[in-house]
């Protein structure tokens, strides 16, 4: 099983500000890599697929690099609504797995 | 529009069974491949398996926490996934989200989930 590993566990940034976040795989996933949204209360919602493509509707404020085993999303001036836990996800390999999380809190 | 409408889940005691049901609307089901997600309370996601489309058999492929225990299935003529839970333990608690596999193969699509809490 590939064990995906996202860093930090939080994340506190300023409204209007930039925020990284990284998510590394145990072995290659190549570039499939997906990253997600969620909010309090709320399902999940699809942002970034392919390691770095926008799904349709994300504002292009969201950025999605990397491949392999190293991968990263970037919010380039954090809106109020972005602050939310954000999970990777890897679907190379089966299992399908996912990290762990980075909660982004406003500072 | 694009929508998955999840039902079924509740309190069971463990051991026992319970189906979930995915209503899909908005697209053609039929030609995409379903994947059950779960989330435990105030824990991160974990996928739960997956069921291809028809034209790809169909098969299915499972988490090992679940494997043996849960079955994916569909009806495509009613345009429904359904995740059977047999054998249910405690540590199956959690919020159920039902999703689509989009072409990209990303999970493109989440309904609102469903609790099912394991508990005596």
């Known amino acids: 099983e590939i064990v995906m590993t996202q860093s930090p566990a939080t994340l506190s940034v300023s409204p209007g500000e930039r925020a990284t976040l990284s998510c590394r795989a145990s072995?290659?996933?190549?570039?499939?890599l997906a990253w997600y949204q969620q909010k309090p209360g709320q399902a999940p919602r699809l942002l970034i697929y392919?390691?770095?493509t926008r799904a349709t509707g994300i504002p292009a404020r969201f950025s999605g690099s990397g491949s392999g085993t190293e991968f990263t999303l970037t919010i380039s001036s954090l809106q109020s609504e972005d602050f939310a836990v954000y999970y990777c996800?890897?679907?190379?390999?089966?299992?399908?797995?996912f990290g762990q999380g980075t909660r982004l809190e406003i500072k | 529009e694009v929508q998955l409408v999840e039902s079924g889940g509740g309190l069971v005691q463990p051991g026992r069974s319970l189906r979930l049901s995915c209503t899909a609307s908005?697209?053609?089901?039929?030609?995409?491949?379903m994947s059950w997600v779960r989330q435990a309370p105030g824990k991160g996601l974990e996928w739960v398996g997956f069921?291809?489309?028809?034209?790809?058999?169909?098969?299915?492929e499972y988490a090992a926490s679940v494997k043996g225990r849960f079955t994916i299935s569909r009806d495509d003529s009613k345009s429904i996934a359904y995740l059977q839970m047999n054998s249910l333990k405690t540590e199956d608690t959690a919020v159920y989200y039902c999703?689509?596999?989009?072409?990209?193969?990303?999970?493109?699509?989440w309904g609102q989930g469903t609790l099912v809490t394991v508990s005596s």
């Open positions: 069921i291809r489309s028809k034209p790809f058999g169909g098969t299915t």
């Open positions: 996800q890897q679907y190379n390999n089966w299992p399908i797995t």
């Open positions: 908005g697209f053609t089901f039929g030609d995409y491949p």
């Open positions: 072995q290659s996933v190549s570039s499939n």
């Open positions: 392919g390691a770095s």
């Open positions: 999703t689509r596999r989009g072409g990209i193969a990303a999970l493109d699509y």
